[in-house]
């Protein structure tokens, strides 16, 4: 009875450890996770034993209390962090938890690419889950949040700084707004003594900017544009920047997918060739690359450039040999 007894109490102690060891280890074992599960909300104030038992009841985890022990066992003191989550299709307990413990939230990325007006931007912006089109149409022409940088500013055209923004899945569109306002000052603003320096306020800095972005897509032009604006401004010659003019009648709704020659006698504030200086703000949102080629333009001669089809332009110092090259590439 004695040999009986004592064998008894081993197998007790052999199934009590494999029961222990198989659940002990199931922590650790990856599990196939449905997709309609892999995307896991954990919310504000929700505790750590909470979090046990949701993942233990959506079949993601084993019981609470076997992961309690694999934290003790490890000596890994847990916080979990509140956001939304994208699991992987393949992931053990100790894996999600990991990941809830770092905030792994999910986030999504959008870019804002150079040169677009703010009603692109508020499109754009408008596909994502942050908000509607008009939602951030709204925001954009909110201009108080800018004041300190631009008092003169009726919206946010030419501060939403063209960048790829990661953001936290349930932002809002306030956030995002925010968020592009933030890189700007970031950015931009530590080359603010430089404009000041060149007699620019902040807003005549970005409207040559951006006028400058509409100008050219081709990165290696940007500082040879800017001196031919630099050259013109000190010279008293009208800009006669024709995506001034195209954002002028974009405005007023009355573009008509081209510029005609009656457009170039429109009166509005934006007609840089009839409206001597700079027009009213920015007529985009320029790229960092812009904003400092103004700052280092390039000194030269020329006065005049003229598209030749190709992406690039060719300068002029002179008008006769600017007509000549206009007849050349825009017959």
């Given amino acids: 009875m ?37 995307k896991w909300q954990v919310n504000p104030g929700t505790g750590l034993r909470q979090v046990l038992s949701e993942l233990s009841d959506a079949e993601l985890a084993p019981d609470p209390i076997w992961m309690m022990l694999a934290m003790k066992v490890r000596d890994q003191d847990w916080v979990v962090k509140k ?34 007006e703010k009603w692109e931007v508020a499109a754009l912006l408008g596909q994502s889950e942050f908000g509607s089109e008009e939602t951030f149409q709204e925001l954009i022409n909110r201009p108080e949040s800018i004041r300190d940088m631009d008092p003169e500013a009726d919206d946010l055209e030419g501060y939403l700084l063209p960048e790829t923004y990661s953001f936290e899945y349930g932002s809002n569109a306030k956030t995002v707004i925010e968020t592009m306002l933030s890189q700007f000052r970031k950015d931009i603003l530590p080359h603010r003594e430089k404009a000041r320096e ?10 040559l900017a951006s006028m400058i972005e509409k100008e050219t897509a081709e990165p290696s032009e940007r500082h040879r544009i800017a001196g031919v604006f630099m050259n013109r401004r000190q010279r008293g010659i009208p800009y006669q920047c024709d995506p001034t003019i195209v954002y002028g009648l974009k405005r007023d709704g009355r573009y008509r997918g081209k510029i ?21 703000g920015p ?12 700052l280092d333009y390039e000194r030269h001669s020329f006065l005049y450039f003229v598209s030749k089809n190709n992406g690039t332009h060719h300068f002029s110092t002179s008008l006769r040999e600017h007509n000549r090259y206009v007849r050349k590439y825009q017959r």
Avoid at 198 to 207: F, P, Q
Avoid at 283 to 289: D, E, H, L, Q, R
Wanted: hydrophobic share 45%.
């Fill in 2 to 38: 004695k040999w009986v007894l004592w064998g008894l109490i081993l197998a007790h102690i052999v199934m009590g450890w494999i029961v222990v060891s198989t659940n002990y280890q199931s922590v650790f074992e990856p599990r196939t996770i449905p997709e309609h599960q892999q």
């Fill in 83 to 116: 956001g939304t989550y994208r699991l992987d299709a393949s992931m053990s307990a100790w894996d999600i938890m990991e990941m809830l413990h770092h905030g792994d939230v999910l986030r999504i990325s959008i870019t804002i690419p150079e040169g677009l």
């Fill in 198 to 207: 060149m007699g620019l306020s902040m807003r005549e800095w970005v409207t």
């Fill in 260 to 280: 005609y020659l009656s457009d170039l006698k429109y009166e509005s504030p934006y007609n840089t060739y009839v409206v001597p200086g700079l027009p009213p």
């Fill in 283 to 294: 007529i985009a949102s320029p790229g960092k690359a812009s904003l400092l080629a103004v």
